[in-house]
């Protein structure tokens, strides 16, 4: 089976920056669509960012601006946050898809459901 797996989670003050990694660990395969979710306790998942094969991303509004979602040919995927905020802190999740993204208005959808592979989180707290 696919695996991927998140690296660079930690602890961060109010208006610092992390960057966040995901990378198939095991048994690599083309994962064209990828995303980043986070979820607090006692919260549903949602969506951050997304990114389609061709570059092209979407981003949840509360992000916009400050986070820049990115991944190379090999399917390397990457999550710049800056001007991070207390209410950012949360578990940050990578999901991957076999099949490109489904788009909204040209955008890749943020509320696409059927993800074929996911990662077991990395943490991100913001606290001074």
């Known amino acids: 089976a696919v695996e991927v797996a998140e690296s660079g989670g930690g602890s961060v003050q109010p208006g610092g920056s992390l960057r966040l990694s995901c990378a198939a660990t095991k048994n690599p395969t083309r994962m064209p669509c990828m995303a980043w979710y986070r979820q607090t306790p006692g919260h549903e998942r949602e969506a951050v960012a997304v990114i389609d094969s061709d570059g092209t991303a979407n981003y949840a509004d509360s992000v916009k601006g400050r986070f820049t979602i990115s991944k190379d040919n090999a399917d390397n995927l990457s999550l710049e946050m800056n001007g991070l905020k207390p209410e950012d802190s949360a578990m940050y999740y990578c999901?991957?898809?076999?099949?490109?993204?489904?788009?909204?208005?040209?955008?890749?959808?943020?509320?696409?459901?059927?993800?074929?592979?996911w990662g077991q989180g990395t943490q991100v707290t913001v606290s001074s």
């Open positions: 999901a991957g898809d076999r099949r490109r993204c489904t788009l909204i208005n040209g955008s890749p959808s943020m509320v696409y459901v059927g993800w074929s592979y």
